[in-house]
């Protein structure tokens, strides 16, 4: 199993990290297109794209989030997770706010009537702080050691 910094345990600790750098050749995406920063795989099969913004890029990782799932085969590589990384909302806080559902900390659209979730491929964007990240890996190692 891997930790990565990036890519949140969702699934169990992931077995396989692809990096920035090996996105375009694994996945076979399009030099040209935007990319997403990251993706895990888990022993059950299923990827996290991952896209990190350190402040106030919440719609642009969500973009390149899209782009980077409308170039992936879903048959060969199933992507069960889309998750935004981010330290900060600051101003984009008025546009999108984090809220926890069914334990999930989920993207949420302020601007759409009533809200909702912000949604890539019918599947809930993940909204994770770096320290929640480190801390799911943590509360995931307290479990396997007990």
Known sequence: MVQDSLVPPLEGE?????A??????FFELDVRRKRADRAGHFVNCC???VEAKTRYKIPKAVEQLKETADQIDQSKFPICHFVVVYDSL???G?????????????????VIPRGGPVLI???EVIALKPKEI????EQSRLGTDQ
């Open 14 to 18: 992931p077995d396989r990290i692809v």
């Open 90 to 92: 600051g101003p984009e």
């Open 121 to 123: 491929r019918d599947k």
């Open 94 to 110: 008025r546009l999108f706010e984090v809220v926890d559902r069914g334990g999930k900390k989920i993207l949420w659209n302020k």
């Open 47 to 49: 990827w996290a794209i």
């Open 20 to 25: 920035d750098d090996q996105m375009v050749e």
């Open 134 to 137: 480190k801390a799911m890996y």
